[in-house]
Protein backbone atom coordinates (compact mmCIF):
# COMPACT_ATOMS: atom_id res chain seq x y z
CA UNK A 1 0.00 0.00 0.00
CA UNK A 2 1.25 3.54 0.57
CA UNK A 3 4.75 4.44 2.64
CA UNK A 4 4.43 7.66 4.49
CA UNK A 5 7.68 9.84 5.18
CA UNK A 6 7.05 12.78 7.98
CA UNK A 7 9.31 15.87 7.98
CA UNK A 8 9.89 19.50 9.06
CA UNK A 9 10.17 19.26 12.49
CA UNK A 10 12.20 21.34 14.68
CA UNK A 11 12.87 23.82 17.51
CA UNK A 12 10.50 26.71 17.67
CA UNK A 13 9.66 29.08 20.56
CA UNK A 14 6.09 29.12 22.26
CA UNK A 15 4.12 31.04 19.98
CA UNK A 16 6.15 30.35 16.95
CA UNK A 17 4.85 27.89 14.24
CA UNK A 18 6.12 24.50 12.20
CA UNK A 19 4.46 23.26 9.13
CA UNK A 20 4.89 19.45 9.14
CA UNK A 21 5.00 16.87 5.57
CA UNK A 22 3.95 13.71 5.18
CA UNK A 23 5.20 12.35 2.16
CA UNK A 24 3.53 9.27 0.54
CA UNK A 25 3.83 7.31 -1.88
CA UNK A 26 1.64 4.42 -3.76
CA UNK A 27 -1.26 4.52 -6.06
CA UNK A 28 -3.51 4.25 -3.60
CA UNK A 29 -2.71 7.62 -1.34
CA UNK A 30 -5.77 9.27 -2.42
CA UNK A 31 -8.25 6.28 -1.73
CA UNK A 32 -7.19 6.80 1.99
CA UNK A 33 -7.68 9.11 4.93
CA UNK A 34 -4.53 10.04 6.74
CA UNK A 35 -4.01 11.32 10.62
CA UNK A 36 -1.10 13.07 12.33
CA UNK A 37 0.04 11.17 15.36
CA UNK A 38 2.80 12.54 18.41
CA UNK A 39 4.29 10.97 21.24
CA UNK A 40 5.63 12.80 24.03
CA UNK A 41 7.96 10.82 26.49
CA UNK A 42 6.18 8.55 28.28
CA UNK A 43 3.14 8.91 27.22
CA UNK A 44 0.92 7.03 24.65
CA UNK A 45 0.71 8.15 21.56
CA UNK A 46 -2.11 10.01 20.37
CA UNK A 47 -4.32 11.04 17.22
CA UNK A 48 -3.94 15.23 16.95
CA UNK A 49 -5.43 15.63 13.44
CA UNK A 50 -7.15 13.63 10.39
CA UNK A 51 -7.98 13.70 7.05
CA UNK A 52 -10.32 12.07 4.84
CA UNK A 53 -10.36 11.24 0.98
CA UNK A 54 -12.18 13.84 0.71
CA UNK A 55 -10.45 16.41 2.52
CA UNK A 56 -12.57 16.79 5.19
CA UNK A 57 -10.49 17.14 8.99
CA UNK A 58 -10.85 16.30 12.22
CA UNK A 59 -9.37 17.66 15.08
CA UNK A 60 -8.52 16.10 18.61
CA UNK A 61 -9.69 18.85 21.14
CA UNK A 62 -5.95 19.95 22.33
CA UNK A 63 -5.13 21.47 19.27
CA UNK A 64 -8.63 22.66 17.64
CA UNK A 65 -8.19 26.38 16.41
CA UNK A 66 -4.14 25.98 16.21
CA UNK A 67 -3.35 23.26 13.74
CA UNK A 68 -4.64 22.96 10.15
CA UNK A 69 -4.53 19.83 8.89
CA UNK A 70 -4.66 19.81 4.88
CA UNK A 71 -3.49 17.52 1.73
CA UNK A 72 -2.62 18.37 -1.74
CA UNK A 73 -3.27 14.94 -3.95
CA UNK A 74 -0.75 16.06 -6.83
CA UNK A 75 1.61 15.95 -5.06
CA UNK A 76 1.10 12.79 -2.50
CA UNK A 77 1.71 14.82 0.08
CA UNK A 78 -0.38 16.02 3.79
CA UNK A 79 0.86 18.75 5.80
CA UNK A 80 -0.05 20.24 9.26
CA UNK A 81 0.46 23.37 9.94
CA UNK A 82 0.94 24.14 13.62
CA UNK A 83 0.29 27.67 14.90
CA UNK A 84 0.67 29.38 18.38
CA UNK A 85 2.54 26.24 19.58
CA UNK A 86 2.96 25.57 23.12
CA UNK A 87 5.26 23.40 24.92
CA UNK A 88 2.85 21.13 25.89
CA UNK A 89 2.92 20.39 21.85
CA UNK A 90 6.82 18.92 22.44
CA UNK A 91 6.38 15.37 21.19
CA UNK A 92 7.40 13.20 17.96
CA UNK A 93 5.15 12.97 15.59
CA UNK A 94 4.01 10.85 12.75
CA UNK A 95 1.62 10.33 9.73
CA UNK A 96 -0.24 6.60 9.45
CA UNK A 97 -3.59 5.42 7.78
CA UNK A 98 -5.95 5.60 10.52
CA UNK A 99 -7.85 2.18 9.68
CA UNK A 100 -4.18 0.50 9.44
CA UNK A 101 -3.27 2.12 12.58
CA UNK A 102 -6.81 0.23 14.11
CA UNK A 103 -5.11 -2.91 12.95
CA UNK A 104 -1.71 -2.51 13.84
CA UNK A 105 -0.02 -1.06 11.33
CA UNK A 106 3.81 -0.41 11.74
CA UNK A 107 4.91 3.48 12.46
CA UNK A 108 7.99 5.18 11.11
CA UNK A 109 10.79 7.08 12.60
CA UNK A 110 8.41 10.63 12.89
CA UNK A 111 9.78 13.94 12.99
CA UNK A 112 10.92 15.79 16.10
CA UNK A 113 8.82 18.81 17.66
CA UNK A 114 10.07 20.34 20.35
CA UNK A 115 8.39 23.39 21.53
CA UNK A 116 10.57 26.13 24.58
CA UNK A 117 9.16 28.39 26.87
Known amino acids: QVQLVESGGGLVQAGGSLRLSCAAS????????IGWYRQAPGKQREMVAS???????NYADSVKGRFTIGRDNAKNTVYLQMNSLKPEDTAVYYC???????????WGQGTQVTVSS
Open 96 to 106: NIPRLVIYGDS
Open 26 to 33: GRTFRANA
Open 51 to 57: ITSGGSP
